[in-house]
């Protein structure tokens, strides 16, 4: 396991953290959807957090995000507590989410005119939409692009801002199988150019294999974390490799396993 | 051979009918002409001499543009969108004025021919005009206020919870009353009729504007919001970078409905107390018995509001070119 170097700026320490919702069907009764969930990433690292669905991963984003406050327990960037929403947390949900009213040039500056530093750091725009590759697109409106650009475009948003950590909801899940693996490697590229601290959620493991140093795996509903596992195996990794298939097995029957239990 | 055959036929019964659309126009121009100086043979001269002219413009018009539209490509697809439509209206023309100057089948004065409303447009053109100038003018501060008070107390319902709770329940109760049932009320109240028939105008433009601005802006997708806040927005971006731009395919729905109650409340407004507008120049003419001006004054009206249904369409497609092909209305 990589080892936590105590108060780095973009390390991410969640400890302890529950979080309940009123039932839909019964207001008066809290289920939890997180129950007591530690977790922490070393500044730089790339973890995936994998379980099945309804789980509280995306619970667990929004509620690293800012977006929502956990019930109790303690949730840490480097040192500072999460209080609220911030741009030094970037997030990217499976719907890119750009706003369909803004062209590609506009939704990628989107977080320097709301943080007021436009005029400042205006050239990076340009950095940002050729690190992606789109300069051909930047006066295109969102509902012309593909399923892959538009999410190339909502990384771009998010990395302009120079998080110091990005979550990541599932952002390859509605892609195709081509695109899906193409868009894992621009991923990479993107970690590896910047060492931003990444949490990514999906659904699939071979994802979470061929991406990730750690792969975190909750059980259902309440989400808890049922086991690490270290993926010790070097980058550019090859899916079809041996090692990578014993991986992708375990794990299979670890989720099974934990889906028999809950 | 008999399917190459069949395409021919085809191709040919295409433009055959290709055809048939362009010479719409002229021919039924022709038409019209020719009923009209067979009809008003036993009229004055003068009724009839501005009418004549008219159909002898479009007939002219027509066979011109049929001349020139194999160079113009434009001027031909316009011409094959509009043709049917232009002839059919001058064929109904024709209908009318065979009704009423042919066979006399309507009472006068109250149902003049197109020769009638012609000319009354042309002889009294400078009182109709001045009146749809004062028409514009008191349309427009009416339409523009009610426009500004919509949005700011719409935004405000929409985004802010103690504004949606005071605000709701008066927009509910005050917002359906029609505006014109004011009238008695803003008499009293206000030092002038043409004041009064503003505020009245903005008053009818307010309520769907502010209903459709707070429901546009409360139903913006969480998510735009949930991003805009990891972006690092605060509440002024939240409100004037995400929701509104969100809302503003809902804010136009109430500005279209704005602009008809607008222009309800300014003809009746303009036919109760205020002494100048089209609106007044119909219940005057009426007064007058001279119903040839009270229908130009239609034709004029007509020309108006759809004028102005026109330049708003053109904002909106300008305002939200990014949805362009996802909406159709």
Known sequence: MVAIVEGEASSLRVQEVSKSFPAPDDPLSRPLALDAVSVSLAAGELVSLVGPSGCGKSTLLRLIAGLDAPD???????????????????????????????????????????????????????????????????????????????????????????PKVLLLDEPLGALDAFTRMRMQDEVLRLWQARRTTMLLVTHDIDEAIYMSDRIVIMTQRPGRIERTIPIALERPRDRSRPEFLRLRGDILELLHFAGKTN | MSLSSSLTQTAASLSMARWHTLLALPAAAAIALVVHLFVSQKELPAEAHSYTFFLGLVLGAGILMVAVQPWWIGLRQWMRNMCPILAVALLLLCIWEVITAGLRLLPLPYFPSPAGVLLSLLSDRALLFDSTWHSLILLLSGYAMGVIAGLISGVCIGWFSFARYWGMPMLKVVGPIPATAWIPLAMVVSPSAIFSAAGLIALAVWFPVTMLTASGISNTRASYLDVARTLGAGRAYLIFRVAIPAAIPS??????????????TLVVAETVGVKSGLGWYVSWAQGWAEYGKVYAALVIMAAFFSTIMTVLFKVRDHVLVWQKGVIKW
Not at chain 1, 76 to 84: F, H, T
Not at chain 1, 103 to 122: C, F, H, M
Not at chain 1, 153 to 160: C, G, N, Q, T
């Open chain 1, 72 to 162: 109790s327990g303690v949730l840490l960037i480097g040192q500072e507590l999460i209080a609220s929403p911030s741009a030094e947390r970037g997030l990217v949900f499976q719907d890119p989410n750009l706003f369909p009213w803004l062209t590609v040039r506009r939704n990628i500056e989107a977080g320097l005119v709301a943080r007021g530093v436009l005029r400042e750091k205006r050239d990076e725009v340009e950095e940002f939409m050729r690190l992606v590759g789109l300069e051909g697109f930047a006066n295109a409106y969102p509902h012309h692009l593909s399923g892959g650009m538009a999410q190339r475009v909502a990384l771009a948003r998010a990395l302009i801002n120079h």
């Open chain 2, 251 to 264: 804010i136009f729905i109430g500005l279209f409905m704005g602009l008809g109650a607008s222009f309800l």
